[in-house]
């Protein structure tokens, strides 16, 4: 048993954090070594004066971060580092055994970790009082708005403050945008294969959604006319860079034709860039090409962690009135403490960096890819987060991921990313961002291709 002790003077409040960090602290410089057996949670409680339960929560944390373990008869103690450059917890709730590849999000290390708690740390010691006292103004703070003209000049996008509204992520811009422009009964037009929220908003929203044929490149301008002329649609909205869920990159010769159709036809674009910066062979966005009828959407959730929420939205300036009032309806306004986080990660380059860090990791994933697919049909990227994986044989999507969930693989069904009307797909959707270890993900898709490779069978003859 160590024979060091946190000092409860030099505990503040959350405690149990305090404490992890005095924990972590002596683990790092030397003070706990690897073995070294920690206090029992009674033990330690009790010489700080401080509840069972708290200090509970202090070794949880220490334990998600890789730092200490238990086992029962020995209690807590610290773990050598791996040294791999993980993740330094496991926030997955699922078992350990599943290979997960059904949620779209970036992959990350201890470096996100750091990243963040260094701000944060930076935002106790000094925080204007504005950014958690005030309710306004409801567009967002003037130096996140700021913040945003620079981050926005890195997704090829030139813009002034006075047209960036700061938003909770891409959904609540979209939500937004679609009902400051759109009434219920009128069209919006997107891709036949489109983002899950598109699909559902309409729905919610009342507003008849027609999907559009699409070719390697994305929307066909001449499916785009033909609907603005036969449809008489308010919106399109799309996804120019890396689709989700198909993952095209639309190149800029289509993009000045999408953009050219919309202005003959005063049709309205949201452009959902969720992605920003992290493709290397990103063109400029459709709505630096028509901004007078754009509203461009990026977040930050896709190229640094998931749970940074915070985004911008680029509105003409006609539409600003209507969009200010709906940012009111669905929130007020953006977290303020949250788009301060991320303004500083823009402006000291954190961002920037991660997205970087992003890009490397996902091409490396997309070469695995490559490998463990090749001869299946399938589409993706080396900045993309997801690929779209078309089935063999006589495999339809809903029975394929029901086969792959028996083999504790879990991937997205094509119904949820299907407009009205559109045919099936034959396909399924695989997330190359959500399993961390690179190994595992190699063994999940393998399991993917082997079980296309076989004929379907009914899902009794599967051992339970």
């Not at 027609?210 to 919106?235: F, M, N, Q, W």
């Not at 289509?254 to 969720?274: S, T, V």
Request: glycine share 6%; charged share 20%.
């Amino acid at each position: 048993m160590t024979n060091w002790m946190p000092s409860r003077e030099s505990l503040n409040s959350p405690l149990h954090v305090s404490l992890a960090t005095m924990i972590a602290n002596a683990i790092e410089d030397g003070r706990l070594p690897p073995g070294e057996q920690l206090p029992t949670h009674r033990n330690l409680a009790d010489e700080l004066g401080l509840s069972v339960n708290t200090v509970s929560k202090a070794y949880d944390l220490l334990r998600r971060q890789n730092l200490i373990d238990g086992q029962i008869g020995r209690g807590s103690y610290v773990i050598e580092a791996s040294g791999t450059g993980d993740q330094p917890f496991n926030f997955e709730s699922e078992p350990e055994n599943l290979f997960d590849m059904s949620i779209s999000r970036p992959l990350f290390n201890s470096q996100h970790v750091d990243a963040m708690h260094s701000t944060l740390n930076d935002m106790q010691a000094k925080l204007d009082p504005a950014l958690y006292l005030s309710t306004r103004p409801n567009l967002g703070h003037e130096s996140h708005r700021k913040a945003g003209v620079k981050w926005l000049s890195y997704c090829g996008l030139q813009t002034v403050i006075d047209s960036v509204i700061m938003t909770n992520g891409v959904t609540h811009g979209l939500s937004a945008a679609l009902s400051a422009i759109m009434r219920p009964g009128d069209v919006v037009l997107s891709d036949m294969v489109t983002h899950h929220l598109m699909a559902s908003s309409a729905s919610y929203f009342g507003y008849r959604h027609v999907g559009l044929e699409t070719d390697k490149y994305g929307i066909r301008p001449d499916a785009l006319e033909k609907a603005c002329v036969e449809k008489a649609p308010k919106v399109l909205y799309i996804l120019p860079s890396l689709a989700n869920p198909i993952v095209h990159m639309m190149p800029e010769s289509r993009r000045n034709q999408i953009a050219d159709i919309a202005r003959k036809y005063g049709l309205y674009i949201i452009e959902n860039d969720a992605f920003g910066p992290v493709a290397s062979d990103r063109q400029l966005p459709i709505s630096s090409l028509v901004p007078e009828l754009a509203v461009y959407l990026t977040t930050f959730t896709k190229c640094t962690v998931s749970g940074l929420r915070a985004g911008y939205a680029v509105v003409p300036d006609h539409l600003m009135p209507a969009m200010t009032a709906r940012l009111i309806v669905f929130g007020w306004m953006a977290t303020p403490l949250i788009c301060e986080l991320a303004s500083r990660w823009v402006e000291d380059g954190t961002a920037k960096s991660l997205a970087e860090w992003q890009r490397r990791e996902i091409r490396n994933r997309y070469e695995i890819s490559i490998q463990e697919l090749e001869g299946h049909d399938w589409t993706g990227h080396p900045a993309s987060l997801h690929l779209w994986l078309r089935l063999d044989g006589d495999w339809d999507s809903s029975s394929f991921v029901a086969h792959a969930r028996e083999l504790n693989v879990a991937v997205s069904p094509e119904n949820p990313f299907l407009s009205p009307k559109a045919p099936p797909q034959n396909a399924v959707r695989v997330s190359v961002g959500s399993i961390r270890d690179a190994n595992r993900f190699r063994q999940g898709l393998g399991l993917l291709a082997g079980l296309m490779r076989r004929p379907r069978e009914p899902l009794p003859q599967f051992a339970y």
